[in-house]
């Protein structure tokens, strides 16, 4: 077993794609705020996996500065959103995306 | 190590289902820690071993225990365990697990019809990446650095105020370090 990995692109390309797709998937289905989070980390780190074999087929590393931003960005972003969960079960005593409703009409 | 990156990529896909379709917040956050040390061997394989350590270090470490905490703190238990239950039905998991497949399977012959490349993952070193974060991305790395200062503010800002039912501990009076001064 050599200690250099050889991959076709194309293959991991489509790994990450279907964790972008699976995230996606969770935003829809699922109606608990936690979970929609949960499900936006894996879109993060599906784009986070298509950025790396970037970075190693062409050997340079860019994509890897793009992971440590994507991972900024995911910081920033669950901060935020964490808050604003705990904010939301204080005033409505819940997490179901259903019922934030408050806005219609 | 191509074994390993196959393997990996398999474990995260698979972590990956399984989040969004537990029950159990606290079992779905543990399979999403999974993923993502799944995926941190999986960069490793590829090559990048900074941002292996960096997705162990900050996602798993950090991001993934303010989940944890906030999971916690809403202390849902066998309740949610039951609404949850009555959510995920087939009427609402099917159409968009169709559409979801349907756009996949575009998506991924569209890669397919570029062309095969290979990837042979030598070694990208964190002093290759420090040398691009400080020459030709010093201004991203200043930009990282407003967006996490914006995110802490609006967290500070954001947080909900202080239960009445549960009271602050008294803070400990300023003089009272004075007597455990050190003796000669």
Same mark, same amino acid.
């Given at each position: 077993?050599?200690? +250099?990995?050889?991959?076709?692109?194309?293959?991991?390309?489509?790994?990450?794609?279907?964790?972008?797709? #699976?995230?996606?998937?969770?935003? @829809?289905?699922?109606?608990?705020?936690?979970?929609?989070? @949960?499900?936006?980390?894996? @879109?993060?780190?599906?784009?986070?996996?298509?950025?790396?074999?970037?970075?190693?087929?062409?050997?340079?590393?860019?994509?890897?500065?793009?992971?440590?931003? +994507?991972?900024?960005?995911?910081?920033?972003?669950?901060?935020?959103?964490?808050? #604003?969960?705990?904010?939301?079960?204080?005033?409505?005593?819940?997490?179901?995306?259903?019922?934030?409703?408050?806005?219609?009409? | 190590?191509?074994?390993?990156?196959?393997?990996?990529?398999?474990?995260?896909?698979?972590?990956?289902?399984?989040?969004?379709?537990?029950?159990? =917040?606290?079992?779905?956050?543990?399979?999403?820690?999974?993923?993502?040390?799944?995926?941190?061997?999986?960069?490793? =394989?590829?090559?990048?071993?900074?941002?292996?350590?960096?997705?162990?270090?900050?996602?798993?470490? =950090?991001?993934?225990?303010?989940?944890?905490?906030?999971?916690?703190?809403?202390?849902?238990?066998?309740?949610?365990?039951?609404?949850?239950?009555?959510?995920?039905?087939?009427?609402?998991?099917?159409?968009?697990?169709?559409?979801?497949?349907?756009?996949?399977?575009?998506?991924?012959?569209?890669?397919?019809?570029?062309?095969?490349?290979?990837?042979?993952?030598?070694?990208?070193?964190?002093?290759?990446?420090?040398?691009?974060?400080?020459?030709?991305?010093?201004?991203?790395?200043?930009? =990282?650095?407003?967006?996490?200062?914006?995110?802490?503010?609006?967290?500070?800002?954001?947080?909900?105020?202080?239960?009445?039912?549960?009271?602050? /501990?008294?803070? /400990?009076?300023?003089?009272?370090?004075?007597?455990?001064?050190?003796?000669?």
């Amino acid at each position: 077993m050599t200690s +250099i990995a050889n991959v076709p692109t194309t293959a991991i390309l489509v790994v990450a794609l279907v964790l972008l797709m #699976l995230g996606a998937l969770g935003v @829809m289905i699922r109606r608990d705020l936690l979970y929609v989070l @949960m499900s936006l980390e894996i @879109m993060f780190n599906g784009a986070g996996l298509a950025f790396v074999v970037g970075a190693a087929k062409w050997q340079q590393a860019d994509g890897q500065v793009m992971v440590l931003l +994507i991972l900024v960005a995911a910081a920033a972003e669950v901060g935020v959103g964490l808050s #604003l969960v705990l904010r939301l079960y204080h005033r409505l005593k819940t997490v179901d995306a259903d019922k934030v409703s408050t806005l219609r009409g | 190590m191509t074994i390993v990156v196959y393997v990996g990529c398999g474990i995260a896909l698979l972590c990956a289902a399984l989040v969004i379709t537990r029950r159990n =917040a606290m079992h779905a956050m543990l399979y999403l820690v999974l993923m993502l040390l799944a995926l941190a061997l999986v960069f490793f =394989a590829l090559g990048a071993p900074f941002v292996a350590a960096l997705q162990v270090i900050i996602y798993a470490g =950090a991001i993934m225990v303010l989940f944890l905490f906030v999971v916690m703190i809403l202390n849902l238990g066998r309740p949610g365990e039951r609404q949850e239950r009555g959510w995920l039905s087939v009427a609402v998991w099917a159409p968009p697990t169709a559409l979801t497949a349907v756009l996949l399977g575009l998506a991924a012959y569209v890669l397919t019809s570029i062309g095969a490349t290979r990837a042979i993952a030598g070694e990208v070193g964190p002093k290759q990446v420090g040398m691009a974060l400080f020459r030709e991305y010093a201004i991203a790395v200043e930009l =990282a650095s407003f967006v996490l200062l914006a995110g802490l503010i609006a967290a500070i800002h954001l947080a909900p105020p202080p239960r009445e039912d549960v009271p602050e /501990p008294a803070a /400990p009076p300023l003089g009272a370090p004075a007597e455990e001064a050190p003796r000669e």
